[in-house]
Every structure is written in structure tokens, then in C-alpha cells.
């Protein structure tokens, strides 16, 4: 199975500040047409996950321009470029490369 | 509207069976592939089982295969999961979740349900 690692598990930011989760994976997610099978999910809390990112940096749809996902092969990042209050949650990467399909441990993003 | 509504969960004894059904309306059944993701309250995000839209093809995680079956009625736009010889270890909020043929990436998610297991 393909493992996911993401850091940090816990991410104080202040409100307007950056903030960047790294995903890595143990095995490359470069598909052979050049797009990477990675995803980025956001829980809020008391909520079901929604999907921020696919193909490692395709915003999906309603999603802020603020969120941008980046990396290739094993090594991924999404990038807040002005944490708002509402980006609380935790956030998920999962490698949609092949079954089973495998999630990140989930980074907890929190207001300072 | 899209919507994926759960249904079926519930407090169940060790070694018993459930059945959870995902209700779909909003979009093309048939386009999509459907989840089960699970999480322990306060754990992670752990996937469970896949259908594809030819309702032949699934996939499980090694936890669950053999015990339980994901099926999907086209004509009802309703996808199943028949859990057998339930553990403690199963207890958890059972999600469904929606992906675009041909893709994993799962781009609607239900409310989820909650099962327990426990005597």
C-alpha cells in the first residue's frame, strides 16, 4: 500500500498569514501523462470532507484562489496564501494513484 | 442538488451484520464511482470499498475484504455496504463519497452515519 505522511500534524496560523501543509508519498504518483494522482481534503469541523485539490494542483470547483496545491512524484504542498478564520479544519492529502487508496494522517489547522 | 444520504447505521453486536445504503439524486448515477470512507470519531480518514459504475468492479482495503460487499442498484441510484462479522474496530461515522468515472478523486461526500459495535 502506498503510505502518506503529511507535516505538521498541528498548524497555528494567525489570520492573513501563509500557511503550508506538506504531503509526502511513498511511492511516486506521477501517472505516464504527466499529471500526479494526489488529492487535497478539507474536514471543517463537524463537517464531511470536501475536496480542495485534485490531480496535485487543480482547484476544484467554489474553491478560493488562495488555496494552491503543488509538487510531482512524491513530494506534494498546499499553500494558503491568506488564512481566513473559515480554513479551520483538518486538511488531507490521498493518493488516488491506486487501490486501496490512502490518506495522509491530517494536518490540524487552527487560529491563533 | 447533489446529495448522497446514508442510511442504515447503528449500534450492532460483535460478530453481527449491518447494511448501510447511500440514497443518490442531483447528477448522473452512472457516471460515477462511489466510496465508503471511514473515521474513527476523532481519528483519521480510512477508505473502505469502491464501486465502479459497471456494478462488477470493486475494490475493498485488506480490513474489510470478505467481510464486506459493495453493490450498487442503477436503477435505484443506490450503493450498498453489507458488513459481516463486525469488530469493535469497525465502529466508526461510514461516509459515501462520489467520484468521476474513471477517477478517485472524490469531489461529493454524504453527511455520513455513524455504526457502533459493541456488546
Known amino acids: 500500500d502506498i503510505v502518506m505522511t503529511q507535516s505538521p500534524l498541528s498548524l497555528p496560523v494567525t489570520p492573513g498569514e501563509p500557511a503550508s501543509i506538506s504531503c509526502r508519498s511513498s511511492?511516486?504518483?506521477?501517472?505516464?501523462?504527466?499529471?500526479?494522482?494526489l488529492d487535497w481534503y478539507l474536514q471543517k469541523p463537524g463537517q464531511s470532507p470536501q475536496l480542495l485539490i485534485y490531480l496535485g494542483s487543480t482547484r476544484a470547483s467554489g474553491v478560493p484562489d488562495r488555496f494552491s496545491g503543488s509538487g510531482s512524484g512524491t513530494d506534494f504542498t498546499l499553500k494558503i496564501s491568506r488564512v481566513e478564520a473559515e480554513d479551520v479544519g483538518v486538511y488531507y492529502c490521498?493518493?488516488?494513484?491506486?487501490?486501496?487508496?490512502?490518506f495522509g494522517q491530517g494536518t490540524r489547522l487552527e487560529i491563533k | 442538488e447533489v446529495q448522497l444520504v446514508e442510511s442504515g447505521g447503528g449500534l450492532v453486536q460483535p460478530g453481527g451484520s449491518l447494511s448501510l445504503s447511500c440514497a443518490a439524486s442531483?447528477?448522473?448515477?452512472?457516471?460515477?464511482?462511489i466510496h465508503w470512507v471511514r473515521q474513527v470519531p476523532g481519528g483519521g480518514l480510512v477508505w473502505v470499498a469502491r464501486v465502479e459504475a459497471d456494478v462488477s468492479s470493486t475494490r475493498y482495503a485488506d480490513s474489510v475484504r470478505g467481510r464486506f460487499t459493495i453493490s450498487r442498484d442503477n436503477a435505484k441510484n443506490t450503493v450498498f455496504l453489507q458488513m459481516r462479522s463486525l469488530r469493535a474496530e469497525d465502529t466508526a461515522v461510514y461516509y459515501c463519497a462520489r467520484s468521476p468515472d474513471y477517477s478517485n478523486s472524490m469531489d461529493f461526500w454524504g453527511q455520513g452515519i455513524l455504526v457502533s459495535v459493541s456488546s
Open positions: 442531483g447528477f448522473v448515477f452512472t457516471s460515477y464511482w
Open positions: 511511492q511516486s504518483l506521477l501517472h505516464r501523462k504527466g499529471y500526479n494522482n
Open positions: 490521498m493518493q488516488t494513484l491506486e487501490a486501496p487508496i490512502t
